[in-house]
């Protein structure tokens, strides 16, 4: 069956500090993969999505960046975190270009102070 | 533009009561899935059921139904026999179509608070 791994939980960061997340898939090949960020109390908003390795489309100008340097990984980054990149991320993966659903990792608490 | 909305920001229900969470939808697409997703305390995104556009039967997964109206564009959760496990937030979600690959976009959510 597959999996979806992602970590740390949680993470408190000082302002300007860099930020690295990752996410792994197992159990599948060639996933789609994607972070999204989840404001306090609202819905999510899709940052990057990746159909494969080194392919990566950002969905809405920010401070962050995303990379997929094996199948199944999906790494988040930041080189100076923001006050206003703190959040709840999570990471989902999906099979195929079709209308398949998503799957969810548990999530990472992000604090910037 | 595809979009997703919820317009119950907060629901409440008795336990072993039923009740329904409205999503409304906008495409131009005829054939998709419609989700729904539930976020417990713990956030982790789980999925609810699905429901296949070309399908006219409306899809049930043990107490979780929908009411799939597609020449409307809705899509509504009924949750019978409420359990306090039930308490979380409710997120419908749609594939929006284009590019590289379908990406899922999420209503703003419905958080339903089950009361003992």
């Known amino acids: 069956s597959q999996t979806i791994h992602q970590w740390p939980a949680t993470l408190v960061q000082p302002v300007g500090s860099p930020l690295s997340l990752e996410c792994t898939v197992e159990?599948?090949?060639?996933?789609?993969l994607y972070w999204y960020r989840q404001a306090a109390g609202r819905g999510l908003q899709l940052l990057f999505y990746?159909?494969?390795?080194?392919?990566i489309s950002s969905e809405v100008p920010q401070n962050l960046s995303a990379s997929r340097p094996q199948d199944r990984q999906f790494i988040l980054s930041s080189k100076k975190l923001l006050l206003s990149d703190s959040g709840f991320y999570l990471c989902?993966?999906?099979?195929?270009?079709?209308?398949?659903?998503?799957?969810f990792g548990q999530g990472t608490r992000l604090t910037v102070v | 533009a595809q979009t997703v909305t919820q317009s119950q920001p907060e629901m409440s229900v008795q336990e072993a009561e039923t009740v329904t969470l409205s999503c409304t939808y906008d495409?131009?697409?005829?054939?998709?899935?419609l989700f729904w997703y539930k976020q417990p305390p713990s956030r982790q995104m789980i999925l609810v059921i699905r429901?296949?556009?070309?399908?006219?039967q409306n899809a049930t997964e043990n107490r979780f139904s929908v009411n799939f109206q597609k020449a409307a564009k809705s899509f509504s959760l009924k949750i019978s026999d409420s359990q306090l496990g039930d308490t979380a937030m409710y997120f419908c979600?749609?594939?929006?179509?284009?590019?590289?690959?379908?990406?899922?976009?999420f209503g703003t959510g419905t958080l339903l608070a089950v009361q003992p």
């Open positions: 159990g599948t090949s060639n996933p789609n």
């Open positions: 989902a993966w999906s099979m195929g270009q079709g209308f398949s659903e998503a799957f």
């Open positions: 429901q296949e556009a070309y399908k006219q």
């Open positions: 495409t131009s697409e005829n054939n998709y899935y």
């Open positions: 990746s159909v494969g390795i080194g392919q």
């Open positions: 979600a749609f594939p929006r179509i284009g590019g590289a690959t379908n990406k899922l976009i």
